[in-house]
């Protein structure tokens, strides 16, 4: 399991924390490259977090 936390919403006013479980065998390079795509800027505006609000 990894995960990554960070701030979002107007004035980053919300912690937001990504909890992920990656396929058995997967690398901590892989994984780590995998959690920081899918919470990448773009990847969380189109799920609804506003522009601006992404994980650090």
Request: glycine share 10%; with cysteine; aromatic share 6%.
């Amino acid at each position: 399991m990894l995960y990554t936390t960070g701030l979002v919403g107007k004035g980053e006013r919300y912690v937001m924390a990504v909890l992920t479980t990656h396929p058995a065998g997967s690398t901590w390079s892989a994984s780590v490259k995998r959690i920081t795509t899918r919470t990448s800027p773009s990847r969380l505006c189109s799920v609804g977090v506003r522009a601006g609000a992404h994980a650090q």
